[in-house]
């Protein structure tokens, strides 16, 4: 754990300053602009005579990067990497994360196959739209706090989270559950909640996807999003969580590769490369003063229209600090030092670029050090409170909007006979298996049938025999937004075979490992389970609700138009301890 950051605001102490001061003089334009990139790298082993070592070290010694972005590895190999990496650098490089689903997302949470083992690592959060289905700041906190501790435990200085957008759009591919939820102020409160939780732990923060990718039907990995709304229409939705964030001292913000034709006309550029969002509102409006970070400058938003070099030096004319992951790190070190010398760009505005980023490693320490210590990782990473916590999220998220039927909870006489139907992408190995490993232990028999997008339409007609034996159909869908998948719907041979099941009046519950929005699929589903995310935890968490091991009480942070308005959700009590349904 580091010292609690200074926000984004702060005023750096003497030493600082002065190291920051010292720091931009000593540098020439080339490695000025340097300092502006960060790129991507796995936290994995490799070996110094390697090529993706060699690779890092010519990045780091020959174009003088900033900072990296590091992805899955176990704690162990985070630390060995990045400190390696770290004495490799004439100065030191500002490292981040993305932590969405806590530290257990990147810090291991691998599986090893075939045999689906667990190679531990750090906590494993549900998504974010879990914290929003319990709805209170607390919780909100801890998941910073505990994202802080585990994350500077293993050398990481700034977290890409939390995410800001507001999900106001149902069809959103690739936002949905990683917003706390639709309301703007649900948002923004737990947000800011967050941010101080982290800080308290020494992590920095990234506010995300400004100005908003909550109303989009397309995946900015993709194509370029565009919303038409009007500015009166973002200060009152999208933009209120931003500027929220900014009040508390957010570190830094991420641009979204999103246009906005209806307050810039049809040739409104992205706002990652937009002076009216990231010079205007963002540092003249807001007052905002610490670093603007592109999201992925080489996604198919950005460089298909603009290309590597050109997307980079408009990027810093509208007023950003760091071009993150650009394809080709060199040429746009090349573009944007051509750009200064040619006075298309203020060596001035370069400078105040490069101020911002070397203050932001002040502020995490790194002027005074810059390596990790890795004999307090198993005091810190995945320790048993933190899970115990990210237990307690899964279970107090489970929302139940609806239970016509009144399955829920399961008999404690007797479950009988269950067919399992998992939904789930193909290369998804663990969908189902936690949950039907809990509700097999209950049931008479659990009969378990996996599909995914690939399976043939013929194939559904088949299942009607084992449905026809089965006492209970548990429907489980795993879909969650992925980039690059461009959809979080099911197919609709799949919704007809679910809709079958209810039409021929088999006893049948959906439940939801991700998008919530699916009842809309499934509309006469009598009843319907949202446990947010497909992790392992919120598997068992939704088995043990079924089962009324646990209470329900999640309150839904979204609505499901026109069936569920945000703030329903049906309320159950845990059984007593008398009355086990496990065999």
């Known amino acids: 754990m580091g010292p609690p950051v200074p926000g984004a605001g702060a005023a750096l102490d003497a030493d600082a300053q002065r190291w920051v001061d010292e720091t931009l003089a000593s540098l020439t334009l080339r490695e000025k602009v340097g300092q502006l990139i960060v790129v991507w790298t796995l936290g994995n082993y490799v070996p110094k005579s390697g090529p993706e070592f060699e690779e890092l070290t010519g990045l780091i010694v020959g174009e003088g990067i900033g900072g990296v972005v590091v992805s899955v590895g176990t704690p162990q190999e985070f630390v060995a990497k990045l400190n390696a990496l770290q004495r490799l650098a004439p100065l030191p490089l500002l490292v981040a994360s993305d932590f969405e689903y806590g530290p257990g997302a990147r810090l291991g949470g691998i599986y090893a196959l075939p045999y689906l083992l667990s190679l531990g690592g750090g906590t494993m959060f549900p998504p974010l739209m879990a914290f929003g289905a319990i709805g209170d700041e607390r919780y909100a906190y801890?998941?910073?706090?505990?994202?802080?501790?585990?994350?500077?435990?293993?050398?990481?200085?700034?977290?890409?989270?939390?995410?800001?957008?507001?999900?106001?759009?149902?069809?959103?591919?690739?936002?949905?559950?990683?917003?706390?939820?639709?309301?703007?102020?649900?948002?923004?409160?737990?947000?800011?909640?967050?941010?101080?939780?982290?800080?308290?732990?020494?992590?920095?923060?990234?506010?995300?996807?400004?100005?908003?990718?909550?109303?989009?039907?397309?995946?900015?990995?993709?194509?370029?999003?565009?919303?038409?709304?009007?500015?009166?229409?973002l200060d009152t939705l999208e933009l209120v969580p931003f500027e929220r964030a900014v009040a508390e001292g957010v570190d830094a913000i991420m641009t979204a590769h999103i246009a906005a034709p209806g307050i810039l006309g049809p040739d409104a550029p992205p706002a990652t490369l937009s002076p009216y969002f990231l010079d205007g509102v963002l540092r003249r409006e807001f007052g905002f003063k610490g670093l603007i970070i592109t999201d992925a400058i080489g996604m198919g938003a950005i460089v298909r229209e603009y290309g590597t070099g050109e997307a980079a030096v408009r990027t810093l004319e509208a007023g950003a600090d760091i071009i993150l992951m650009p394809v080709d790190v060199t040429e746009t070190i090349d573009a944007v030092t051509a750009a200064v010398l040619d006075g298309r760009l203020a060596e001035e505005l370069v400078d105040r670029a490069v101020r911002r980023v070397l203050g932001a490693k002040a502020r995490a320490g790194l002027n005074k050090g810059h390596l990790t210590d890795s004999e307090a990782l198993s005091e810190v990473v995945g320790r048993r409170e933190h899970v115990a916590f990210a237990d307690s999220v899964a279970e107090l998220s489970i929302t139940m909007p609806r239970d016509r039927d009144g399955i829920v909870p399961l008999d404690a006489?007797?479950?009988?006979?269950?067919?399992?139907?998992?939904?789930?992408?193909?290369?998804?190995?663990?969908?189902?298996?936690?949950?039907?490993?809990?509700?097999?232990?209950?049931?008479?028999?659990?009969?378990?049938?996996?599909?995914?997008?690939?399976?043939?339409?013929?194939?559904?007609?088949?299942?009607?025999?084992?449905?026809?034996s089965a006492d209970l159909v548990l429907v489980s869908v795993y879909v969650s937004p992925s980039a690059g998948e461009g959809t979080v719907a099911v197919p609709e041979s799949f919704a007809a075979f679910v809709n079958g099941l209810v039409a021929a009046g088999h006893r049948t519950a959906v439940l939801s490992f991700g998008n919530p929005y699916l009842l809309t699929d499934f509309p006469d589903v009598g009843t319907y389970l949202i446990a947010w995310g497909g992790r392992e935890i919120s598997q068992q968490a939704a088995a043990r609700a079924l089962l009324g091991e646990t209470a329900i009480s999640g309150a839904l942070p979204i609505?499901?138009?026109?069936?569920?308005?945000?703030?329903?959700?049906?309320?159950?009590?845990?059984?007593?301890?008398?009355?086990?349904?496990?065999?």
Not at 415 to 440: H, K, Q, T, W, Y
Not at 571 to 580: I, T
């Open 142 to 233: 801890e998941l910073g706090r505990i994202t802080g501790l585990e994350g500077r435990a293993v050398g990481v200085h700034l977290n890409f989270g939390p995410v800001l957008d507001v999900n106001s759009n149902p069809e959103n591919p690739i936002i949905n559950t990683r917003s706390f939820g639709e309301d703007p102020e649900l948002v923004a409160r737990l947000g800011a909640a967050f941010i101080r939780g982290a800080r308290a732990a020494g992590l920095m923060t990234t506010a995300k996807h400004y100005p908003g990718h909550g109303d989009t039907h397309v995946d900015s990995h993709i194509e370029l999003p565009q919303t038409a709304a009007s500015r009166e229409r």
């Open 413 to 468: 006489a007797g479950v009988g006979r269950v067919l399992s139907v998992v939904f789930a992408r193909r290369n998804d190995p663990v969908a189902g298996r936690a949950f039907n490993e809990i509700i097999a232990g209950a049931a008479d028999s659990l009969e378990a049938v996996w599909l995914d997008y690939g399976t043939h339409p013929a194939a559904y007609d088949s299942l009607a025999v084992i449905v026809g």
């Open 559 to 583: 609505s499901l138009p026109p069936y569920h308005q945000a703030g329903e959700g049906l309320v159950r009590e845990a059984r007593v301890a008398s009355e086990p349904v496990r065999r």
